[in-house]
């Protein structure tokens, strides 16, 4: 079993920041490629953010250059760093994870809501 726990979440003005966290157990986590998604009421859910065992990362268009994921491999961690918020990025956001072999994200975590205020 992997078990995935989101915080950092919360309410911030536009052009705000936030850092989301997500602890991950059960599982060694250096095996996992991990990622963030997120979700608003009426959307399909959107990938965010992506980041592989050997550190290397992916963002679509709408998020690239004002958020940042890493990880720490010895806290079992995976953060995503989120600058110049827009109120377009109010969603719940999810924290999920993979194995190397998976086709898709098949760890999923409770999410945390973000809100961004004009």
């Known amino acids: 079993q992997v078990q995935l726990v989101e915080s950092g979440g919360g309410l911030v003005q536009a052009g705000g920041s936030l850092r989301l966290s997500c602890v991950v157990s059960?599982?060694?986590?250096?095996?996992?490629?991990m990622g963030w998604f997120r979700q608003s009421p009426g959307k399909d859910r959107e990938l965010v953010a992506t980041?592989?065992?050997?550190?290397?990362?992916d963002y679509p268009d709408s998020v690239k250059g004002r958020f940042t994921i890493s990880r720490d491999n010895a806290k079992n961690t995976v953060y995503l760093q989120m600058n110049s918020l827009k109120p377009e990025d109010t969603a719940v956001y999810y924290c999920?994870?993979?194995?190397?072999?998976?086709?898709?994200?098949?760890?999923w975590g409770q999410g945390t809501q973000v809100t961004v205020s004009s």
């Open positions: 980041i592989s065992r050997s550190g290397s990362t």
């Open positions: 059960g599982r060694t986590f250096s095996s996992l490629r």
């Open positions: 999920a994870a993979k194995l190397f072999a998976a086709g898709s994200y098949n760890y």
